[in-house]
């Protein structure tokens, strides 16, 4: 077949056309496996939802675990997005032996301060985080690929941080659990009770700046208190 040039301009519009309908299926799956569950959505469910027949999940995704896992693909690509500029920064101040402890303090700050970014922004941040509490319940298709990529992209590089800050092993039990304490006062904020300190609809510009300061504030205090003696 001959490319012309009305069938050369219509291909980014056909490849546009296709990206929208890949995205409104994406977004109306998470809301509706968020909602009823992996088993209790069904893609008939999810279909109707986006406004698309159901043979498009299958064109786009396979079936319906193949859809599943690419919303968690897409989560992953969402973290990878947010932590993109410090991540780098990161790597090379553990590279090197000269970094300083406040500078060292200071991207551990940083970190949990674009975490706290990471899990209050976007359209859909309740249904996403109703839709890890479920799979963490229901131990869903792709469960281990989320619990991967929170380990690669923020568990690992605060412990790392948090153990060179001390002079301590990332394998010692006490940094461990001083990073789980850390993170935790970030992941409080994604509570998945039925009511909720903190709505969704509450997260506004100043409410995330307060967070913000908040979490500083109690890392700056728990870097205090376990650094050595002098």
């Given at each position: 077949m001959i490319d012309t040039p009305s069938t050369v301009r219509g291909r980014p519009a056909t490849q546009a056309r296709g990206e929208d309908t890949r995205r409104r299926i994406l977004e109306s799956a998470l809301d509706l496996f968020a909602a009823h569950g992996y088993e209790g959505a069904s893609t008939r469910q999810i279909a109707e939802s986006a406004g698309v027949n159901l043979p498009?999940?299958?064109?786009?995704?396979?079936?319906?675990?193949?859809?599943?896992?690419?919303?968690?693909?897409?989560?992953?690509?969402?973290?990878?997005?947010?932590?993109?500029?410090?991540?780098p920064r990161v790597r090379a101040a553990l590279d090197d032996p000269a970094a300083t402890p406040p500078e060292l303090t200071e991207l551990l700050c940083v970190m949990?301060?674009?975490?706290?970014?990471?899990?209050?922004?976007?359209?859909?941040?309740?249904?996403?985080?109703?839709?890890?509490?479920?799979?963490?319940?229901?131990?869903?298709?792709g469960l281990d690929r989320l619990h991967d990529n929170g380990m690669r992209q923020i568990f690992n590089p605060c412990l790392a941080l948090f153990a060179r800050l001390h002079?301590?092993?990332?394998?010692?039990?006490?940094m461990t659990m001083r990073t789980m304490a850390l993170i935790g006062q970030v992941v409080i904020f994604c509570s998945n009770n039925k009511r909720p300190i903190l709505a969704a609809a509450g997260l506004d510009g100043e409410s995330v700046r307060l967070m913000k300061q908040i979490v500083r504030e109690q890392t700056l205090a728990i870097c205090r208190a376990a650094a050595p003696a002098e």
């Amino acid at each position: 077949m001959i490319d012309t040039p009305s069938t050369v301009r219509g291909r980014p519009a056909t490849q546009a056309r296709g990206e929208d309908t890949r995205r409104r299926i994406l977004e109306s799956a998470l809301d509706l496996f968020a909602a009823h569950g992996y088993e209790g959505a069904s893609t008939r469910q999810i279909a109707e939802s986006a406004g698309v027949n159901l043979p498009a999940i299958q064109y786009y995704f396979g079936n319906k675990e193949g859809l599943y896992r690419a919303i968690i693909e897409d989560i992953v690509a969402d973290t990878e997005r947010h932590m993109a500029e410090v991540s780098p920064r990161v790597r090379a101040a553990l590279d090197d032996p000269a970094a300083t402890p406040p500078e060292l303090t200071e991207l551990l700050c940083v970190m949990l301060e674009t975490f706290v970014t990471l899990v209050t922004s976007g359209t859909q941040v309740e249904s996403r985080r109703l839709f890890f509490a479920r799979a963490e319940v229901e131990e869903t298709p792709g469960l281990d690929r989320l619990h991967d990529n929170g380990m690669r992209q923020i568990f690992n590089p605060c412990l790392a941080l948090f153990a060179r800050l001390h002079g301590k092993p990332e394998a010692d039990r006490e940094m461990t659990m001083r990073t789980m304490a850390l993170i935790g006062q970030v992941v409080i904020f994604c509570s998945n009770n039925k009511r909720p300190i903190l709505a969704a609809a509450g997260l506004d510009g100043e409410s995330v700046r307060l967070m913000k300061q908040i979490v500083r504030e109690q890392t700056l205090a728990i870097c205090r208190a376990a650094a050595p003696a002098e």
